[in-house]
């Protein structure tokens, strides 16, 4: 058999071809997403979504755009039977609102109102969707952010800023109002995070790393998930101890370490953001890295059943997994619990111990005085005599 023939009786499966091309992608999109995003996204997405790449795009943004995308092409097939079109027309923008975002009283009486429900079961059954009831307005706005930014950069003219489509997202937000959630129920203040370091305290590699994990997390001034899953040991400059107490000559030296983040979710791509690292969080942090014969590259990595450290950076994802998991063996609620905690934690904390809020905010890296300010508020109310006086 001739080698033509052979080439035309095996077809290359476009599949598979797809989640090779994504592996260029591996250090920004997460490993255990690459044939699920594979199946859902076209050959033009992914040859789309490594072009962002090229170009210098942050990791976080093209993360959002490819789940963004592989959630939009899914929801199109499904409601229209058609790949999603390049450009939208404004019917199909009308649709996707109306799909997510409806009026919980209205679909109680009229089971036809919002998602149809084999759309919403397709979703369900592929993982893509886990929300009971209208999706959060912001997500809704967010989806069609990253819709609009791919549509642009396809050199396509999308009708995003059509005033049917504003109309009908601002009349849709008032139809299916939603309570405003944190992203932690509870904050990760100073007693639930010993709880949670009394469940790392032993010598195991996973024990030294989550330790590690969120010593620093916290103590650098609560960093995000993707701020921590994205550090290198490169980032870290060794710095001379200083002293436990600065106005005491007298006081224990302490370890004390810089942190280069480089760009943030609140910075430009010219800011160098740093925060300082002193004592016990070093300490852990340097003990992880020495057993675990970490020199270069990713800070904080897999380490699968057989202790085996894999050469890749942990996800975002993982490092809310982490948490999560150690609260629940700390016996406390993973459900009241997240990543997101650690910074609110953090100010909270900071706020309690009595911390000036302009030097947490220099930890915190918070931009917003009135974002940080609310967790000085709280713990005011809390430890003040206003809320007293009948007690």
């Known amino acids: 058999m001739t080698r033509k023939a052979i080439t035309q009786s095996v077809p290359a499966d476009p599949v598979h071809r797809r989640a090779e091309e994504l592996d260029a992608l591996d250090a920004i999109l997460p490993f255990d997403r690459r044939d699920q995003l594979a199946r859902l996204l076209t050959d033009d997405d992914v040859a789309t979504l490594k072009h962002l790449a090229n170009q210098g795009m942050g990791d976080n943004t093209l993360r959002a755009l490819a789940s963004d995308l592989g959630y939009l092409e899914t929801w199109c097939r499904l409601s229209t039977g058609a790949p999603l079109p390049w450009p939208a027309p404004e019917s199909l923008l009308l649709k996707f609102v109306a799909h997510h975002l409806w009026d919980p009283a209205a679909r109680a009486e009229d089971s036809s109102h919002g998602m149809p429900a084999l759309v919403e079961n397709s979703l369900r059954a592929q ?68 709880k949670l370091l009394a469940t790392c305290a032993g010598d195991r590699l996973v024990d030294r790393r989550d330790r590690a994990l969120l010593l620093l997390a ?34 224990p030296p302490l370890p004390c370490l810089t942190i280069h983040l480089g760009r943030t979710k609140t910075t430009t791509a010219d800011d160098d953001e740093q925060v300082v690292l002193i004592g016990r969080s070093v300490i852990a942090l340097k003990q992880w890295l020495a057993q675990a014969r970490i020199e270069t590259g990713p800070l904080f990595r897999r380490i699968d059943q057989w202790g085996n450290i894999d050469r890749r950076a942990l996800t975002p994802q993982s ?32 706020a309690n111990r009595g911390v000036p809020l302009p030097e947490a905010m220099q930890q915190s890296l918070h931009r917003s005085v009135t974002q940080a300010a609310s967790y000085y508020n709280n713990a005011e109310r809390k430890n003040g005599r206003a809320a007293r006086l009948a007690i």
């Open 127 to 194: 993982g893509l969707l886990r929300v009971d009831g209208p999706h959060a307005p912001d997500t809704v706005r967010r989806r069609l952010t990253s819709w609009s930014i791919l549509t642009r950069w396809r050199g396509l003219t999308g009708a995003f800023s059509a005033p049917s489509l504003k109309t009908v997202l601002r009349l849709a937000v008032r139809a299916a109002p939603r309570q405003r959630r944190r992203k932690s129920k509870k904050a990760v203040t100073g007693d639930v995070l010993a």
């Open 218 to 251: 916290f103590a650098s001034g609560g960093r995000r998930r993707s701020e921590v899953a994205g550090l290198r040991v490169e980032d870290l400059v060794d710095d001379g101890p200083v002293r436990a107490d600065p106005a005491d000559a007298n006081s």
């Open 319 to 350: 490092v809310n997994f982490i948490l999560k998991a150690r609260v629940k063996q700390a016996g406390l609620d993973p459900e009241a619990f997240s990543a997101h905690g650690l910074r609110s934690g953090y100010l909270t904390e900071a």
